[in-house]
């Protein structure tokens, strides 16, 4: 089975499905065959998204849930299961980034970015494991990030939850492998998604902002979906220089690299800017 058949009929729910990454895995897994159930805490939102693939319309569900909410994410997971007899593939996608000094973030700041980033991930996958267990079957795929697995400077705050999420997701994809389950651990680096004109609470603020170099949000889908068919553990997106770049991280070489971002970083700081 090729890495498009493999989705036909499949059950997915895809968190953070309004806009960016989540918006466009829900277009590309439509356009590959699955029911996809678009998750968002916006009823207005996930209406909104819904009608740009309205093309689809008799394979989407909307899932208003909050992922911050244990028991909204507990109970929009079961009800799925329930409606729908099964779930295939849950995508746990939500998030927010955050750069900055760090000195600058409040405990508030860290509770905010850890509620969206890592408990969401977690209560996903408290409540979807089971079903699957259940089931014989499943596959998660939980975004991290390259700075999952890269820890770059000013980002203290993403890192902590998005190594959170990488090592999170790597143990159990070992741990359950042989109850039939499978995990994906998602590294994008700059993905033009609306991301970067979000501060820690979600909220949009000022124009949007993407970096020269960021990959097209249509391609990184393509990629994921075809990587998660092939049952690849951690997908980098794009591959390249971020793989080679990860390697070389682990290697020790990446050492000045790093060194002189920071450097660069601090200085956009302390002029009153803010690195992209």
């Known amino acids: 089975m090729d890495n498009i058949a493999y989705y036909s009929e499949k059950v997915a729910i895809v968190t953070g499905a309004n806009s960016g990454i989540g918006f466009a895995l829900s277009e590309e897994l439509l356009k590959r065959g699955a029911v996809v ?7 207005d939102k996930l209406k909104e998204a819904s009608d740009k693939l309205s093309s689809y319309k008799d394979r989407i569900h909307l899932l208003v849930m909050n992922v911050t909410d244990q028991q909204q994410v507990q109970k929009g997971i079961e009800n799925t299961a329930a409606e ?10 939500a998030g927010v980034g955050a750069t900055l000094p760090y000195e600058q973030a409040t405990l508030k700041d860290w509770k905010a970015i850890i509620d969206t ?8 996958v408290h409540a979807a494991v089971p079903i699957m267990l259940k089931q014989g079957s499943g596959h998660i795929i939980n975004t991290s990030s390259i700075a999952g697995i890269i820890p770059f400077p000013f980002q203290a705050l993403y890192s902590l939850t998005k190594f959170g999420v990488t090592g999170y997701t790597e143990s159990l994809k070992y741990e359950l492998m042989d109850k039939g389950l499978f995990f994906s651990t998602v590294c994008p680096a700059n993905i033009a998604t609306p991301i970067f004109n979000k501060s820690i609470d979600g909220k949009s603020h000022g124009d949007l902002r993407v970096p020269d170099d960021a990959y097209p949000v249509d391609k990184a889908a393509v990629l994921i979906l075809d990587r998660v068919s092939e049952k690849k553990g951690i997908i980098i997106v794009p591959e390249e220089p971020f793989t080679g770049m990860w390697k070389n991280y682990v290697s020790g070489e990446l050492d000045d690299v790093l060194t002189q971002m920071t450097r660069d970083r601090r200085a956009a700081f302390e002029k009153g800017g803010m690195y992209f």
Request: hydrophobic share 45%.
């Open 117 to 124: 980033n890592l408990w969401s991930v977690i209560y996903g």
């Open 37 to 43: 159930y678009m998750a968002g805490r916006s009823p």
């Open 84 to 93: 729908a007899g099964r779930i295939d593939l849950l995508f746990n996608n």
